[in-house]
């Protein structure tokens, strides 16, 4: 099967920007749904932060006015109202890490459900450009990043926000000057704060292309460890994953250095600032400015004050991370399938009639994922019986087309047969009958009716597709052959395995059709595998069969035992043949022989072999001792 070309692929993405007002706004359109429970928890951060006032306030009062005072029943006021405010705090404390953990897990959870209905949705072109790893992160690893955003990040930024804010007005309402002193180490906390930004900031993207890296390595050597064991590569294979890991300890313990430097950095700051306090405070407690009270609430304001700060460095680099996975998961769903969903404006009769007619059909797997283009001036109408490219009517050059105004006809319940070289452009044909692509010239009609009209949904619906590739769903037997469609009987499903002979094999293993087959059928033979996947198709019972090198990978006896199954099955139904051995499409009632994406012979078995052609040339290539026999 031809696939789109891929350009190259990066390891990672560049760390963006910290903050992306657009991004932001899509990201909190997610939270829409739970907008009151957004609201409880700023409330509960807003409250929590309130209290943070209280214990130095009731210090300063017990310090200045209950202890010199003697005034036990202060001192008890006070005790009470410190003990209310700490399991208060404590509760809101609960409450908020609670919901806001069930709100980010909720959001997660929608998220992760429209990324996965969007991929099935995309076409095979975006398969075809973007390896498997790198959409699975997009699911799992960048929507994880975005939890930890909403957990921890953008709702518990407002606490440490309003807990800084309400110090500093706690601060200046007691002393302006002083407040003034103990601020007066801000600049160089914000420059400390800026360089570990940077710095980590450079950490963190070495991380993720350094774990990208073994991602890669693993998925490659784990997949192919038959290769590497075969050719006694584990030791140069390990020792190159030693190199890997190592790369990726080397980021990690950066990273980690940088938290090491930059949090006692802000501990000795904030030392400074008491001590400034204690300096400043007490020359103006010596002169009867202030009190010992407000020197004793300014030592724990300033204690509080630069906590927050730390957090708020640190959640800047859980916002700039969730900036960048947020970026690539819009960046996926804002991609767009190159065939419409819709229901198609045409609804097919059924029963169909199962004709198929390719019209003057050009095609090119384009870089976009082969989107529709228009039809230029005279395409459909050239012939040409050369290999050549036709020139666009503009003049520019044509693109690599696979295929080349292609046209033949199914009729209803006719076995047609397609053949050809590697590249000649037979799966293609299958490709867009399906409508995984769509041709950009011509037209590919069902009972008359182009399938552009019809619904991807309703036109699969009629269609019955045996690949050489055989995927099979960790699950049952029998959840393999229905594969969700409820539609199908049990009787119905027991029947199309009994009459492609799968079912002998099924009815052998310990549990029957309720038998667990392993990660892609693992528990099956690659014939059993083969036949299972008949039976999938055609429980479905569909008007047009297509089997695209569907008997290649079998051995002899199941292929003679697949063959009469087919001969029942393709019995009343359009069938559509695409294989490389010649033995098993002699019957057929039609063959075309397609060469550089051009249909160069049409005919019987017997009547291309006279001919004496291409298929006369490939068959003598397969059956070189038959045909000198015959000869």
């Known amino acids: 099967m031809q696939i789109a070309p891929e350009g190259p692929i990066r390891e990672e993405d560049p760390v963006g920007k910290a903050y992306d007002p657009r991004l932001m706004r899509r990201l909190l359109a997610y939270l829409r749904p739970y907008r009151w429970k957004v609201v409880a928890a700023v409330g509960m951060l807003v409250l929590a932060s309130a209290l943070e006032l209280v214990s130095p306030w009731l210090t300063k009062v017990a310090i200045d006015r209950a202890i010199p005072g003697n005034d036990y029943r202060m001192l008890g006021v006070l005790a009470s109202i410190f003990i209310v405010a700490l399991v208060l705090s404590a509760v809101l404390e609960y409450g908020r890490t ?27 072109a975006y398969f075809d450009r973007h390896p498997v790893g790198r959409t699975m992160t997009r699911v799992t690893s960048d929507v994880e990043v975005l939890n930890e955003m909403f957990t921890t990040g953008v709702v518990t930024i407002f606490g440490d926000v309003f807990t800084v804010l309400f110090i500093v007005a706690a601060m200046l309402a007691l002393d302006w000057r002083l407040a003034l002193v103990t601020f007066s180490v801000l600049p160089i906390v914000f420059l400390s704060a800026w360089i570990f930004r940077y710095m980590v900031r450079q950490a963190y993207r070495d991380i993720r292309v350094r774990l990208a890296r073994i991602n890669a390595f693993l998925q490659e050597r784990i997949s192919g460890m038959v290769v590497v064991q075969l050719f006694r590569q584990e030791t140069p294979t390990h020792q190159r994953f030693e190199e890997l890991n190592e790369d990726y300890l080397e980021a990690h313990l950066r990273s980690i250095t940088y938290y090491a430097l930059f949090f006692p950095v802000v501990e000795l700051l904030a030392s400074i600032a008491l001590a400034l306090i204690i300096w400043y405070g007490g020359g103006q407690a010596l002169q009867g400015a202030i009190t010992i009270g407000v020197i004793a609430a300014f030592l724990q ?27 690539r998961i819009f960046r996926l769903l804002d991609e767009k399938p190159a065939i419409a969903e819709e229901e198609g404006r045409t609804s097919l009769r059924r029963p169909i009639g199962g004709r198929i007619e390719f019209r003057n059909v050009w095609f090119h797997y384009g870089s976009n994922g082969a989107r529709p283009q228009p039809v230029l001036p005279g395409a459909a109408a050239s012939k040409g019986s050369g290999d050549e490219e036709t020139p666009a009517a503009d003049g520019s050059a044509e693109p690599d087309w696979v295929l080349k105004d292609v046209s033949f006809v199914a009729e209803p319940g006719e076995r047609l047969a397609i053949v050809g070289a590697t590249g000649a452009g037979k799966s293609t044909t299958i490709n867009l009958i399906m409508r995984y692509y769509e041709p950009q010239r011509g037209s590919i009609l069902l009972d008359g009716v182009d399938i552009r009209e019809i619904s991807a949904r309703e ?67 690659v014939g059993e595998r083969q036949l299972l996947s008949f039976a999938r198709a055609l429980a479905g019972e569909p008007q047009v069969l297509l089997l695209d090198e569907a008997t290649s990978s079998v051995d002899s006896q199941i292929e003679a035992q697949i063959e009469r199954a087919l001969e029942e099955l393709m019995k009343g139904r ?6 490389h051995r010649l033995s098993t499409i002699q019957n057929a009632d039609h063959i075309l022989v397609m060469h550089h994406g051009r249909i160069r012979e049409s005919g019987t078995h017997r009547e291309l072999l006279r001919q004496a052609g291409l298929y006369a040339r490939l068959y003598r290539l397969q059956f070189a001792p038959a045909t000198a026999s015959l000869s």
Do not use: C
């Open 98 to 124: 609670l919901l806001t953990a069930w709100i980010g897990q909720r959001v997660m959870k929608d998220l992760r459900g429209e990324i996965f209905a969007h991929l099935q949705r995309l076409h095979l």
């Open 574 to 579: 359009t069938s559509i043949v695409i294989a």
């Open 301 to 327: 304001y300033a204690r509080r004050f630069f906590r927050p700060i730390q957090d708020l460095s640190e959640k800047y680099n859980i916002l700039q991370n969730a900036m960048a996975s947020s970026e």
């Open 459 to 525: 036109l699969r619906s009629h269609i019955g597709l045996v690949l050489q590739d055989i995927y099979l769903f960790s699950g049952t037997a029998a959840q393999n052959i229905r594969l969700g469609r409820s539609r199908i009987s049990s009787e119905r499903m027991r029947e199309a395995a009994r009459r492609v002979g799968i079912d002998r094999h099924i009815t052998r293993l310990p549990r029957g059709y309720d038998q667990e087959l392993g990660e892609r059928g693992s528990k099956l033979s």
